[in-house]
């Protein structure tokens, strides 16, 4: 598997460590080694990451990547534990939209977009900023 298929910035928990990967991704697309000072010189100013330390930070990051056997492995774990995030977050909208709805909002159109966001979810592995009609979706695909 290449990573950088499945695995987006958006899907770490921690969005530092997007920054980070983020950063790797671009480093190495211009044919840099990823380093602990290219990525110091990527990352830059970042505040979060100037809170914390950021060459000791990315020095303890790389120690604790050295022992990571199968990279692919736990790029999936990363990337399963970010679509179970996603799955919570729409679980939630959706009871959330069922207990305030009125009696003009129609129980399938609820069904509708929560059937486009699974949709959306299982096939991007990100949850869009807006959601369209299942059956709309399935005609422009």
Known sequence: YNINEFLLPEHFYEPLHGKIYKSINLIISKGI?????????MLGNELAFEEIGRVDYLAKLTTLALSIVNVNEYCK?????????????????????????????????????????????????????????????????
């Open 77 to 141: 774990i990363v990337y399963d534990l970010a679509l179970r995030r996603y799955l919570i977050q729409i679980g939630e909208k959706i009871v959330t939209n069922a207990y305030s709805s009125t009696l003009a909002d129609l129980a399938i159109s609820q069904i509708e977009t929560a059937e486009s966001q699974l949709y959306d979810l299982g096939s991007r592995g990100t949850l869009s900023k807006g959601f369209i009609k299942l059956q709309t979706s399935i005609e422009e695909s």
């Open 33 to 41: 080694s990823a380093t602990v000072i290219s990525l110091k010189n």
